[in-house]
């Protein structure tokens, strides 16, 4: 019983006011140092760089994610949230821009197509710079499964996206 107190005050805090934070929590923001950057079908977004936040009275920065790899590893099994937004320019945008996640290096797939954090296109007519898209979708992890931000395969012509105005996000929820 002692044990399982000691383990559940480190996993736990909780402040005077009676705020509970759980300093283990993986949770990170990054974006992608880059300006304008062409993203062909099948191409990696590169999201490299991290945010510190000042998150639950303490500057959290998550070592969950690897900015070298541009990805997320799961330090714990469990359902994690993420969202991806990306500022385009409309070019080619008549030609659909899906952005995937990928688990292990592999699409995520539901059995009849592949899961897309967000799908868009627009009408060739139709120039408008500066959209914003983004999306969000809840995984249940593994721990040490990783998760990356790709251009759906198959996808014809280049997109481009503005790093410094889009991000990756994510936390776990449980």
Known sequence: PTNQITTMQTA????????VTKPK???????????????????KISFDTLVSHNWA????TS???????????????GLYHFTVALYTNSNNMSNILSIVPR??????????????????RQPSDHHVDGNTYSGSISLYLSVNDYVEVYRRTGGSGNHQYYG???HFCGHLIG
């Open 12 to 19: 736990l805090s909780a402040d005077r006011n009676g705020v």
């Open 25 to 43: 929590n993986p949770a990170f923001f990054a974006h992608a140092n880059v300006s304008w950057t062409n993203l062909a079908a099948g191409d």
């Open 57 to 60: 009275n303490g500057n959290i």
């Open 63 to 77: 070592s969950a994610y690897d900015t070298t790899n541009k990805r997320f590893v799961a330090p714990v099994a």
């Open 103 to 120: 688990i292990n290096g592999s699409q995520l797939h539901n059995g009849n197509d592949t899961v897309f954090f967000w799908s868009a």
């Open 164 to 166: 410094r105005h889009s």
